[in-house]
C-alpha cells in the first residue's frame, strides 16, 4: 500500500532568507524552514548569541545549510553586499539560477514611551528597521529575482498593531506610537511591492502575528500581559511557532496566487 501523498511543503534545494531569524519568531520561522527541508540564510544585526544560536538549529537538522550573517537591514550597501554573498555561498553547482527562493523580512524593533515623549531619534530606530530595512531587504532580494528571470515569494512580518492600538488596561493604550504606525506602513509597503513586482512572477504578502511568547513579551509587566491575554478569544498569548505555519504556506508553491495579502494570526484579537 503505498503511502498517503496528501498536502505537504518542501522546500529542498532552496534558500530562503530569514532576518532576524536568531531569536523570537525569527527563531522558529528558521526552525520550521529547515524543518521542511530549507537551506537557511539567517541575519542578525548584533546579538551576541546569534552565532551560537542558529549553530543550534543546525545540529538539530543537520542535513541542511544554515548560516548566519551579520547585517544592519538600514544600509543599503552592506545589504545588497550580503544578499549577494548568500546568493554565492548557497549555489548549486549544477544549476545556473539563484538558490533562493524566499525571503521572510522578520527584523522589528519598538520603543514603548508616551507620544510627548518620543524624540527624532526614537523615529528613526523604528523606522529605519521596521519599514525601511524591510524595504531593504526585500528590494535587494527581488532584484536578484528580476536579474535572473526567477520567481520568488517574500513574506514580511507585519503585527494586528497595523490595524489597531494595543491597550495595556482597560481604556489605556500601549503607547507605542511609532511601533505601530509602523507597521501600518509596512502592511502598506506590503501591497505596493506586491502590485510593482507580481508581473515578474513575485510575490509579497504580509504575516500579522497577534500576542506572542518571546523574550520581548516575557520583559513586560505581568499583569498587562494576563490582562492582555484576557482579552482574546482564545486567551493565551501564542507559542512563536503557532506563527510558521501561514509563513511557510506563503513561501510554498500552495500559496502561487496568493499575493498583496496580510494574514492575521492573532488568537481572535480583531474579531472585536
Given at each position: 500500500?503505498?503511502?498517503?501523498?496528501?498536502?505537504?511543503?518542501?522546500?529542498?534545494?532552496?534558500?530562503?532568507?530569514?532576518?532576524?531569524?536568531?531569536?523570537?519568531?525569527?527563531?522558529?520561522?528558521?526552525?520550521?524552514?529547515?524543518?521542511?527541508?530549507?537551506?537557511?540564510?539567517?541575519?542578525?544585526?548584533?546579538?551576541?548569541?546569534?552565532?551560537k544560536d542558529v549553530g543550534?538549529?543546525?545540529?538539530?537538522?543537520?542535513?541542511?545549510?544554515?548560516?548566519?550573517?551579520?547585517?544592519?537591514?538600514?544600509?543599503?550597501?552592506?545589504?545588497?553586499?550580503?544578499?549577494?554573498?548568500?546568493?554565492?555561498?548557497?549555489?548549486?553547482?549544477?544549476?545556473?539560477?539563484?538558490?533562493?527562493?524566499?525571503?521572510?523580512?522578520?527584523?522589528?524593533?519598538?520603543?514603548?514611551?508616551?507620544?510627548?515623549?518620543?524624540?527624532?531619534?526614537?523615529?528613526?530606530?523604528?523606522?529605519?528597521?521596521?519599514?525601511?530595512?524591510?524595504?531593504?531587504?526585500?528590494?535587494?532580494?527581488?532584484?536578484?529575482?528580476?536579474?535572473?528571470?526567477?520567481?520568488?515569494?517574500?513574506?514580511?512580518?507585519?503585527?494586528?498593531?497595523?490595524?489597531?492600538?494595543?491597550?495595556?488596561?482597560?481604556?489605556?493604550?500601549?503607547?507605542?506610537?511609532?511601533?505601530?504606525?509602523?507597521?501600518?506602513?509596512?502592511?502598506?509597503?506590503?501591497?505596493?511591492?506586491?502590485?510593482?513586482?507580481?508581473?515578474?512572477?513575485?510575490?509579497?504578502?504580509?504575516?500579522?502575528?497577534?500576542?506572542?511568547?518571546?523574550?520581548?513579551?516575557?520583559?513586560?509587566?505581568?499583569?498587562?500581559?494576563?490582562?492582555?491575554?484576557?482579552?482574546?478569544?482564545?486567551?493565551?498569548?501564542?507559542?512563536?511557532?503557532?506563527?510558521?505555519?501561514?509563513?511557510?504556506?506563503?513561501?510554498?508553491?500552495?500559496?502561487?496566487?496568493?499575493?498583496?495579502?496580510?494574514?492575521?494570526?492573532d488568537g481572535g484579537q480583531?474579531?472585536?
Amino acid at each position: 500500500m503505498s503511502a498517503p501523498s496528501g498536502f505537504s511543503i518542501n522546500f529542498s534545494g532552496q534558500c530562503i532568507i530569514v532576518t532576524g531569524g536568531n531569536r523570537g519568531i525569527g527563531y522558529a520561522f528558521t526552525r520550521a524552514l529547515a524543518a521542511s527541508g530549507a537551506n537557511v540564510a539567517v541575519i542578525y544585526r548584533n546579538h551576541p548569541t546569534a552565532l551560537k544560536d542558529v549553530g543550534e538549529v543546525s545540529k538539530e537538522f543537520p542535513g541542511v545549510k544554515i548560516k548566519a550573517y551579520q547585517c544592519d537591514v538600514s544600509d543599503t550597501e552592506v545589504v545588497t553586499r550580503v544578499v549577494n554573498q548568500i546568493n554565492e555561498d548557497f549555489a548549486i553547482p549544477e544549476k545556473k539560477t539563484t538558490p533562493i527562493t524566499g525571503l521572510i523580512a522578520n527584523a522589528g524593533v519598538s520603543v514603548v514611551k508616551p507620544a510627548l515623549e518620543l524624540t527624532h531619534e526614537d523615529f528613526k530606530k523604528i523606522y529605519d528597521v521596521n519599514v525601511f530595512g524591510v524595504f531593504n531587504i526585500a528590494r535587494a532580494v527581488a532584484k536578484l529575482w528580476q536579474d535572473n528571470k526567477t520567481k520568488g515569494s517574500i513574506v514580511i512580518n507585519s503585527s494586528m498593531s497595523s490595524q489597531i492600538i494595543n491597550k495595556a488596561k482597560d481604556a489605556s493604550p500601549l503607547t507605542q506610537v511609532f511601533y505601530n504606525s509602523s507597521k501600518a506602513a509596512v502592511s502598506n509597503l506590503t501591497k505596493g511591492l506586491a502590485a510593482e513586482w507580481a508581473k515578474d512572477g513575485i510575490r509579497v504578502n504580509a504575516l500579522s502575528p497577534g500576542y506572542v511568547k518571546t523574550a520581548q513579551t516575557a520583559g513586560m509587566d505581568k499583569g498587562m500581559r494576563d490582562y492582555q491575554a484576557g482579552q482574546l478569544p482564545l486567551g493565551r498569548f501564542a507559542e512563536p511557532d503557532e506563527m510558521t505555519g501561514q509563513a511557510l504556506l506563503l513561501l510554498s508553491d500552495h500559496a502561487s496566487y496568493m499575493t498583496g495579502g496580510e494574514y492575521f494570526i492573532d488568537g481572535g484579537q480583531l474579531i472585536y
